[in-house]
């Protein structure tokens, strides 16, 4: 597993990777926002900013995201469109989950209760 944190604030977004039958399984925790976007985005874009072509974002451990996740949210699904692969989101909260479904995100990017569900699809 690869940790990633922004600096400043360590306990505000933590993402950690490792790859199950070649996809990337990203594990997020603590908040996603303005603040921690571009973390986020670096998280998505893997080593070396070669986007991953099928990506799961296990969201259980995240507590709050407003419309700048979902923004790179959205970009990551076109990018992984593009390269014939595909993103799933995985146990978002329902505080996150709501958001997903306010904002439509969950009609072309699915949510799976779990990542082993979303591994599976």
Do not use: K
């Amino acid at each position: 597993m690869t940790p990633t944190e922004h600096a400043d604030r360590p306990n505000h977004l933590s993402a950690e990777h490792h790859v199950i039958d070649g996809v990337r399984v990203m594990t997020l925790r603590g908040e996603i926002d303005h603040d921690v976007q571009e973390v986020l985005r670096e998280a998505l874009l893997g080593e070396g900013g070669t986007m991953p072509a099928r990506i799961v974002a296990d969201l259980s451990g995240v507590t709050f995201m407003d419309s700048s996740g979902v923004n790179v949210f959205i970009a990551a699904h076109l990018q992984t469109t593009e390269a014939e692969g595909w993103l799933r989101i995985a146990g978002a909260r329902h505080a996150v989950l709501r958001v997903l479904q306010a904002t439509g995100v969950d009609t072309f990017i699915p949510c799976h209760p779990s990542v082993e569900q979303a591994l599976t699809d």
